[in-house]
């Protein structure tokens, strides 16, 4: 009898341990994470197109975003495809967006704001929804 009790009391633990980590993992556990989006856009200033600018958006961690910002240099006619360690998909959720301009600006008597190359001060939030192509716009003005 204490032969058969040392082998059936390990494996009822055990069985009694898998089946714990079972139930919390498959039913009732965290969400799945949302699946993963892209983000394009344009940036002009005054009108024109930034050629050569900089598009960053940085997970806002007050809205619970951690990780890598996603960047992207915008083209000739000022449009821009945000990247992610050399991939397309943004994981969703809200970010804060700076602008840099390219070293010459396309109206270079109008400075362009300096506050927008600051996530923290740009004023630009863009929530990002997973598995959507998103599309944004930002036009700076300079303010008389």
């Avoid at 699946?35 to 806002?60: E, M, Y």
């Avoid at 704001?113 to 300079?142: I, N, W, Y």
Wanted: charged share 15%; glycine share 14%; with cysteine.
């Amino acid at each position: 009898m204490r032969t058969l009790l040392r082998l059936v009391v390990p494996v009822l633990a055990l069985g009694g341990g898998f089946a714990a980590v079972s139930l919390s993992g498959g039913c009732g556990g965290s969400a799945p994470a949302p699946a993963p989006a892209t983000v394009r856009g344009k940036v002009t200033f005054n009108g024109q197109p930034i050629v050569g600018g900089l598009v960053v958006f940085s997970p806002d961690p007050q809205r619970g975003g951690r990780g890598k910002p996603a960047c992207a240099e915008t083209g000739p006619d000022g449009t821009f495809a945000l990247q992610l360690d050399g991939s397309a998909h943004i994981p969703a959720g809200w970010y804060r967006v700076s602008l840099l301009p390219a070293p010459a600006l396309p109206d270079p008597l109008a400075p362009f704001p300096a506050q927008l190359a600051r996530p923290d001060r740009s004023g630009l939030e863009r929530e990002v929804t997973g598995g959507k192509d998103h599309v944004f716009e930002f036009a700076v003005a300079t303010t008389d």
